[in-house]
């Protein structure tokens, strides 16, 4: 086995192995995985954080040793919580590299992080304003940024920021937590599932005070919700029928 880890500020994980496949999730600062397929330029891997798999082009990533794969593993994990901030070797500025990334892996890329960063779990009142550093960030599939967001990577992040991995799709993120009845028994920070006329589960959004919710459509945006879905404030109209609400925290 084999394994490789992320010394950029964002790559994208891909369908297929080629640069014109369709990207499915990203990678961000400092995040490791196993090396599932090796082949000449493309690796398919195994995200550690969330067992997500996709493949990733070998420019993209280091290879590291069992040893250190372990160690990654065993370390408490930090991530870097500004909007931006700079990964450092020696006294150069290498590139800023989002909120969300895991900046505990930096020394062991021979990196320095100096900025802020996330060492211990925050409470659930915090988690809507952690949401709103994404807020406007342009929606992009599989994204995993505030240059770019998906629906399921946005809540992804915000959880992750706060101490709770979930995993990367929509449909699989609400198969965690507490199912609640009615929108009156939800929380700031619970989970809105909302589903397609097959009845799948095609996105997710987090729960704000006042019966609005927070989530990426078109971009990171507010908007309200009732029991019916969500009522696009734009538009004027209901987007995304209400399937489910769940409480992770």
């Not at 459509?217 to 995304?240: A, E, P």
């Amino acid at each position: 086995m084999q394994y490789g880890i992320c010394p950029l500020s964002i790559v994208p994980l891909r369908a297929e192995p080629k640069n014109t496949s369709e990207q499915t999730s990203q990678l961000l600062y400092g995040e490791f995985f196993t090396i599932l397929d090796l082949q000449k330029s493309w690796s398919k891997i195994q995200n550690e954080g969330d067992g997500y798999e996709g493949w990733i082009n070998n420019k993209h990533f280091q290879f590291i040793d069992k040893s250190i794969f372990q160690k990654l593993q065993a370390t408490k994990k930090k991530y870097a919580v500004e909007l931006v901030d700079f990964i450092w070797k020696d006294d150069v500025i290498l590139f800023p590299t989002p909120i969300g990334s895991l900046v505990s892996s930096a020394q062991n890329l021979g990196h320095r992080f100096e900025g802020k960063e996330l060492v211990e779990t925050k409470s659930k009142n915090k988690l809507v304003s952690t949401a709103l550093h994404y807020l406007n960030s342009p929606y992009l599939w599989g994204g995993k940024s505030p240059f770019g967001i998906d629906c399921s990577g946005f809540v992804q992040c915000v959880y992750q920021l706060h101490g709770i991995q979930l995993p990367r799709d929509a449909y699989l993120q609400a198969t965690h937590g507490e199912t609640l009845g009615f929108i009156d028994e939800s929380e700031p920070g619970d989970l809105a599932f909302f589903d397609d006329q097959e009845g799948k589960i095609t996105h997710v959004g987090i729960i704000m005070p006042d019966y609005h919710i927070i989530h990426a459509f078109g971009q990171v945006r507010i908007d309200r919700l009732d029991q019916t879905g969500i009522f696009n404030n734009s538009l004027n109209t209901h987007t995304h029928k209400l399937r489910v609400i769940k409480k992770i925290l």
